[in-house]
């Protein structure tokens, strides 16, 4: 008995046709049973997240035979999933048939070994569409625990399984796949926590509400920031995130005021000018007796003088700077993938020697990114 | 080894769990520990009686707190800062002139004198650790000023945190100095021996009001971390080269 992967990801299909085949967590042991009882699959997962639809089949089955059953099975999951009757987003599907056919290349299937190879690079977030990320190794935990709970799994896939949560955590630990941030937003959290002890009472001061000041402050308060002040030109504006935030704003000329309290400042007026300078800035350090300040401008053109980081205590990242270090984070976790593909396919070896002493002599071929059906 | 080591974590920006250099350290004290017991029952007394064990004591009690300081791994990379400054102690150490040929009687005897040696020189390993931080924290201020991607990527604790240990290394060095001063106050003094005019003696309480100077001055007058951590490296490198010095000329530890 091997195992099969067929599905539909963000390299293959786009959002219209993946949220079409979607499987609601309550709908997933239904879909389960189904499967099963169809005498398709022995054992099965169904991994259905925002970037991706896949099932996770072992079946005695030929992997001809397998793949066709396991398609016109998802076929006629879309197919039901997207009925008006069962409230489905409808946008977007017009043309699309749900015969298998009519899926062209958006699906994939994969026999063994690499099933296995792209069930450990899907745990490792090798496949996600942020390189490394680590949520859908979450996603597929969830998705393992809900078969292996109504008892739609067996010892090929709890093996399976297992060994891929064991190489994820491998993976973490001894490459950079998953270190650093690759938003802007989760960096600027990264270097707060390269500065201060802890963000837990730290005051963050939001100048100017746009979409990343935004993003940045929300990333900051889940990592423990104790308050956000907000300041912005449209004072509604300001007091209805504020609000959102669990914080108070101020009118947008009092800024200032609210130095002697924060620790951490991002700015994002569309001011043509700096708002803050070296002199301005001198003044309020002595205010706030020289504690460190981390100062985040993203407007463009920017708030803050440069000059500002030559000050003591005080730590200045405009854009770019916050942009060069997410780009830096996301060309080491790409250089890093040489080596996940080899401790991969050494992990996935492993798994299939544990199965049959006949499967030493396999001699693996370079492994395809995806097979296109 | 650990020297060569902490190059290495240089090199790669402290990415790497400081394992191996806090393992190699372990084993070094392990020896170290052995052999100066094993000195000190060869002479039956504590191994602490002329420059030479001195200097190796000073080291000795360096890595015993980078040791414990170390069982948290974020504090790990105190090690990488702290090896090249053992390691120099270590070179000094071999000067044959610090080890002389011991007479038939030892210098220094009796536990108030053991008392004050040991605390001294144990105040001088915090001092040494408490300037490793701050050179822990000088490099990643530059680094986070400098918007260097290794800022991020390090596995170091943060600024604030590396500021706050390097204080309260100095602080444990100061309280051990003053047990350790206050020990060499209650000695017997040799008979036609000056006290405050021995040039060890006014060198040790300058020493102790600089290091005071430099926790008052963070402390009551919010003295900026970069000047107070240049202070710490700047404090401990003047002890370390005039630490001998200071101990040839006096005659009441060099009689």
């Keep these: ?373 | 080894m650990s020297t060569v080591y902490s190059v290495f974590l240089w090199r790669k920006g402290f990415r790497k769990d400081d394992h191996v250099n806090y393992l190699l350290l372990l084993v070094a004290f392990a020896l170290h520990t052995v052999a100066m017991f094993q000195r000190g029952f060869s002479f039956n007394q504590c191994p602490v009686n002329n420059l030479y064990e001195a200097t190796t004591f000073i080291a000795w009690a360096l890595v015993a707190a980078y040791l414990v300081v170390g069982l948290l791994p974020r504090l790990r990379f105190l090690g990488a800062f702290a090896s090249p400054v053992l390691f120099a102690i270590g070179v000094f150490a071999l000067m044959p002139a610090l080890d002389p040929p011991r007479g038939p009687q030892p210098e220094f005897s009796g536990a108030l004198t053991s008392l004050h040696a040991a605390m001294i020189l144990l105040a001088y390993g915090a001092f040494g650790l408490g300037a490793a931080a701050a050179g822990m924290f000088l490099t990643q201020q530059h680094d986070l000023k400098f918007h260097k991607l290794r800022a991020v990527l390090s596995l170091m604790p943060p600024i604030q945190r590396l500021e706050i240990i390097a204080s309260r290394l100095v602080l444990a060095g100061l309280v051990l100095f003053t047990i350790g001063l206050d020990a060499g106050g209650r000695l017997p003094r040799p008979e036609h021996t000056a006290y405050w005019t021995d040039p060890k003696v006014v060198w040790s309480i300058f020493m102790w009001l600089v290091y005071l100077a430099l926790l008052v001055l963070r402390r009551f007058f919010r003295q900026s971390s970069r000047r107070f951590a240049i202070g710490v490296i700047a404090a401990f490198a003047f002890l370390l080269l005039t630490f001998w010095g200071t101990n040839l000329l006096s005659t009441l530890h060099h009689p």
């Design chain 1, 1 to 373: 008995m091997n195992i099969f992967v067929i599905g539909l990801s963000h390299h293959s299909a786009p959002v219209e046709l993946r949220e079409r085949f979607a499987f609601a967590e309550a709908k997933i042991p239904e879909a389960l049973k189904s499967l099963r009882e169809s005498g398709i699959a022995a054992e099965a997962v169904i991994l259905s997240t925002c970037n991706r639809v896949e099932i996770y089949a072992a079946t005695p089955l030929e992997p001809a035979r397998a793949f066709a059953e396991l398609k016109k099975y998802l076929a006629r999951w879309g197919e039901i999933l997207s009925s008006p009757n069962q409230n489905t987003t409808k946008s977007g599907l017009e043309g699309l048939s749900p015969h298998p056919n009519g899926l062209g290349d958006t699906l994939y299937t994969l026999a063994e070994p690499q099933s296995l190879h792209h069930l450990f690079k899907v745990a490792c977030g090798m496949d996600s569409m942020v390189l490394g990320e680590t949520e859908i190794l979450g996603q597929l935990k969830q998705a393992y625990a809900l078969a292996h709970h109504h008892g739609h799994t067996g010892a090929r896939l709890n093996k399976a399984f297992q060994r891929a949560f064991h190489v994820a955590k491998h993976i973490r630990t001894e490459t950079n796949i998953q270190r650093g941030s690759v938003s802007v937003a989760s960096v600027a959290v990264e270097l707060a926590e390269k500065i201060f002890s802890s963000l837990g009472d730290r005051e963050v001061l939001v100048i100017g509400a746009g979409e990343t000041s935004e993003k940045t402050a929300r990333a900051l308060l889940s990592r423990g920031a104790r308050s956000i002040i907000v300041a912005n030109r449209s004072h509604d504006r300001a007091v209805a995130l504020a609000k959102e935030f669990g914080g108070r704003a101020v009118q947008f000329d009092d800024w200032a005021g609210e130095f002697q309290k924060i620790d951490i400042a991002i700015s994002s007026t569309s001011a043509p000018h700096h708002i803050l300078d070296r002199a301005k800035l001198e003044l309020l350090m002595k205010a706030r007796q020289q504690r460190p300040l981390l100062l985040i401008d993203i407007a463009v053109p920017r708030d803050i003088d440069p000059e500002v980081n030559f000050l003591e205590n005080v730590y200045l990242y405009n854009i770019d700077d916050l942009q060069a270090i997410a780009d830096d984070y996301l060309k080491q976790r790409k250089e890093e993938i040489a080596r996940c593909e080899a401790i991969i396919a050494e992990k996935v070896k492993g798994l299939l020697e544990t199965r049959s002493p006949m499967s030493l002599l396999i001699d693996f071929p370079p492994v395809p990114s995806l097979n296109k059906s």
